[in-house]
């Protein structure tokens, strides 16, 4: 009974150094190494002459699966490559719900100009009962957004 006892106590002990161990081994690694990639998903584009590219990214919260975030981005010619000037969140932060957002009808209107300033209006599916939600307006000036 007491090499029972003995085994069970190195058994313990070995199975506390194991942890240990690991989670030695995994101190070390960083939150960017270890933290979820959040899902995007580019939701509409367009591109207003050679001047501007506009894009809307769906991103989905990583604290709450339904949950996502709109983000408006401008990009600007830089050579042969478009480069992000601006970008700005649409709505409030985790405002949308991510399956609406990436379906299909998800953008009830972006509508541009190619004029300077750039009026930039967008509309996006609430969910298919609610419908759409209330125009935002934006002004793309100088390769900058300006809420209007």
């Known amino acids: 009974?007491?090499?029972?006892?003995?085994?069970?106590?190195?058994?313990?002990?070995?199975?506390?150094?194991?942890?240990?161990?690991?989670?030695?081994?995994g101190a070390g690694a960083s939150s960017a190494d270890t933290a979820p990639r959040q899902q995007t998903r580019e939701i509409a584009s367009s591109t207003l002459g050679s001047d501007y590219r506009i894009t809307l990214t769906a991103l989905r919260s990583t604290e709450d699966e339904y949950a996502a975030s709109v983000r408006l981005r401008v990009f600007t010619r830089s050579g042969d490559a478009w480069k992000e000037s601006d970008r700005v969140t649409v709505g409030d932060v985790n405002g949308w719900f991510w399956y609406p957002l990436t379906g299909k009808?998800?953008?009830?209107?972006?509508?541009?100009?190619?004029?300077?300033?750039?009026?930039?209006?967008?509309?996006?599916?609430?969910?298919?009962?609610?419908?759409?939600?209330?125009?935002?307006?934006?002004?793309?000036?100088?390769?900058?957004?300006?809420?209007a």
């Open 1 to 25: 009974m007491n090499a029972h006892r003995t085994r069970r106590g190195i058994t313990a002990v070995l199975t506390v150094l194991l942890a240990a161990t690991l989670g030695a081994a």
């Open 105 to 147: 009808g998800a953008v009830c209107q972006l509508s541009t100009a190619s004029t300077e300033p750039a009026p930039l209006t967008v509309s996006l599916l609430l969910t298919p009962s609610l419908g759409c939600s209330d125009p935002a307006h934006f002004l793309v000036k100088q390769g900058r957004i300006e809420t």
